[in-house]
């Protein structure tokens, strides 16, 4: 059970939560945007599993901006991703133990 809480409730809580909150961010004008919600509810879950960050040297302030925005976006996508892996798997240790 404490499995169950670990891997598959929290995560989805706190992706709930993340939903909750950007909720204004990705629903423009009552329509979702389902990549830009990818980001926002991904980025969290991604930004620990990033094994490179591209760091702006020798830049002016745009390709700074660009260069961590494109950060934010690869974060993002790595972290939807590792969402539902991570749920997939803590469903799976989940029915293992239980069986």
Same mark, same amino acid.
């Given at each position: 059970?404490?499995?169950? #809480?670990?891997? /598959? &409730? #929290? $995560?989805?809580? %706190?992706? &709930? *939560? =993340? @939903?909750?909150? #950007?909720? $204004?961010?990705?629903?423009a004008d009552g329509v *979702?945007?389902?990549f830009l919600m990818w980001l926002c509810i991904g980025f969290p879950f991604g930004l620990r599993r990033m094994c490179l960050w &591209? /760091? $702006? #040297? +020798?830049?002016?302030?745009?390709?700074t901006v660009g260069i961590f925005a494109l950060n934010i976006i690869i974060g +993002? =996508?790595? +972290?939807? %991703? @590792? %969402?539902i892996a991570g749920l997939l798997s +803590? /469903?799976?240790h989940t029915i293992r133990e239980i069986i």
């Open positions: 059970m404490k499995t169950f #809480f670990k891997e /598959v &409730l #929290f $995560p989805l809580l %706190l992706a &709930l *939560c =993340l @939903a909750a909150f #950007f909720k $204004p961010i990705y629903m *979702c945007d389902y &591209l /760091v $702006p #040297f +020798g830049y002016g302030i745009s390709g +993002g =996508l790595i +972290g939807g %991703l @590792a %969402l +803590g /469903v799976i």
